[in-house]
């Protein structure tokens, strides 16, 4: 198998999800298409399983483990989160014990629902410590190790999120995904190339947590020297992927944003849609708005909602304001 | 037609509502089953048309008038809050303008779609004031009062959600309403007992708006003498109805819910869920939890989810404490 992940892979990993992983209901919010002057269909990846869609990359790789009867006695990972949840119920789904390595300011409840699903964890003041442990844990034997973002097998069954959503979207102009690692946004750009090669692929991520930012600026991957503080912790990674990386500037646009921006959409979003919606995937409808404004009116974005695992801390830091004084009007009825 | 509403009227209000209303979700949580011990499934209408049930009854109410060639040239309504959307929503569907009477104490975010949908709103400082005031508004000429609960077109409406529920789910043993004006929890009545005759049918109110518990004691309609201060503002109402009291004596169990537990059953449906979903049907879930404890495990419970208009105050005062911490959990698995 190459190392480059091509269409392929997320067809193959969409054969193998199939009965696996829930086939989630495309949303939008007739109010919110007005404002916009578009049409904006919103994939609730909220509603799958583990409330994340980070199940499809972790499930694929066990799959495709099993596929070569290569299923280890162990497994290990590392996560900010969700995809600690997602290795737990997948590794639980074959029977075998799994290890999760993350930081002491991991989610509570997000770390409540890992150990609901039968893993250990063990929680490092950072996440490069708790990266290198991993790694030092990965070569004990009969173990694997599962990444989060930076393979091939994650790649692929993250993109089957984006290729079910353009399947069941007639026609999208413009698909927006948040970047943390890059898995969901990389797995995205290459199931919308082959599916709707004309749409624009847009990427975003916290201001405070601007790797990907300064990485395609400066041509290389850049790394945050320290935890990011941000409301969106799903993309609060350190850094982006050798796999991934390549695949993220091929993006037709990329955007940064702050802080009350992401409690202003999550609010909203939960509002409008009814869903429970981590500020993670929220914050990427800055980008929406931003592409809406400059954007001849009438037209179609997709939107990876990539999942709903908020903490009460989060919540009550999200509710803090009343944003939903402010509404997000863009254009005017005629 | 007669006053008393029989189970014929919901499947009239069917027939008149179809198309026109979303055929909403049933959703449940494998890790909320195993927890109580019983499957539950929930009615989401947090996702109808205008983010609660009140669509249902007030579209009924309109369709019966345009059968008979009674439509209006203005409509008047009082409600704190989802029935104000609803009937602002439901006149423009019929382009007849719309006034709503209401109290200050108002969910901002519901007054701001009310006007939203292009009604006009009036205030006053409390409810029995506000109902007064419609009282004298709906003797005009040409004009049409449509009651928030206590009609037999409202009643009928809101029990297609439950017949909706009934359809879909395969067997159902108790049913649980949350209960303002009782229109909701009526309809709910009348559907169960013909669709599942052999089910409990179980109201719910706030223990600060415990006008129906009180009645129910009493043997007759009691009203609150000031405005209740309750995070379910959706049964906030004073006082049930002549037509909902007497289908509402009919209820296997009522309970009365303190605050504390309205704002835990909030916070852990939203996370559990992934629904953005109102304190007024969340509330609910204590009584199921009351149920779950005392019945023998194994049966199948639906809750009907009324709504998810949510102000930010609300939002703040839900998420204050962290409920999260303490998992909902009555049984361990063997």
Same mark, same amino acid.
């Given at each position: ?21 829930? %086939? ?14 578009? %049409? ?52 639980? /789904?074959? #029977? ?26 063990? %929680? ?12 030092? $844990? ?60 004309? $749409? ?6 916290? $201001?405070?947590?601007?790797? $990907?930012?300064?990485?395609? /600026?400066? #041509? ?40 009350? /921006?992401?409690?202003? !959409?999550? /609010? !909203? ?21 931003? !592409?809406?404004?400059?954007? +001849? ?21 999200? !509710? ?6 402010? +509404? +997000? ?6």
């Amino acid at each position: 198998m190459s190392e480059i992940v091509d269409f392929s892979d997320i067809s193959k990993a969409m054969e193998r999800l199939a009965g696996k992983v829930k %086939r989630t209901p495309i949303m939008e919010s007739s109010l919110l298409n007005r404002w916009m002057g578009h %049409r904006i269909l919103f994939k609730a990846e909220c509603l799958q399983t583990i409330g994340a869609f980070k199940i499809r990359g972790a499930l694929n790789f066990l799959c495709r483990l099993e596929e070569e009867g290569k299923l280890p006695k162990h497994i290990v990972a590392n996560s900010s989160g969700n995809h600690a949840q997602a290795v737990a119920y997948a590794a639980a /789904q074959f #029977g075998i014990p799994a290890t999760i390595y993350t930081t002491e300011s991991v989610s509570p409840i997000k770390a409540a629902a890992t150990e609901g699903y039968g893993a250990t964890i063990k %929680r490092f003041a950072t996440r490069p410590e708790a990266d290198a442990a991993v790694a030092v $844990a990965a070569q004990a034997e009969d173990t694997v190790w599962i990444p989060p973002f930076n393979h091939q097998d994650i790649i692929a069954g993250q993109g089957t999120a984006a290729l079910e959503a353009l399947e069941d979207a007639e026609q999208v102009d413009a698909i927006f995904a948040p970047c943390g690692g890059g898995g969901l946004l990389s797995g995205t750009l290459i199931a919308a190339r082959e599916k709707a090669p004309e $749409a624009l692929v847009i990427g975003a991520e916290p $201001a405070n947590a601007n790797d $990907a930012s300064q990485s395609l /600026q400066a #041509g290389e991957i850049v790394a945050l020297s320290s935890t990011p503080n941000t409301l969106a912790d799903g993309a609060a990674t350190p850094a982006v992927g050798e796999l991934t990386f390549p695949i993220i500037q091929q993006l037709d646009d990329f955007y940064e944003v702050d802080e009350v /921006q992401i409690a202003y !959409w999550t /609010q !909203w979003l939960q509002h409008l849609l009814k869903l429970h919606i981590e500020p993670t995937c929220a914050m990427t409808m800055a980008a929406v708005a931003s !592409w809406a404004i400059n954007t +001849p009116p009438g037209q179609t974005a997709l939107v990876m909602i990539s999942g709903g695992n908020i903490s009460q801390l989060s919540m009550q830091a999200i !509710w803090e304001h009343d944003y939903l004084l402010q +509404p +997000p009007i863009i254009t005017t009825e005629e």
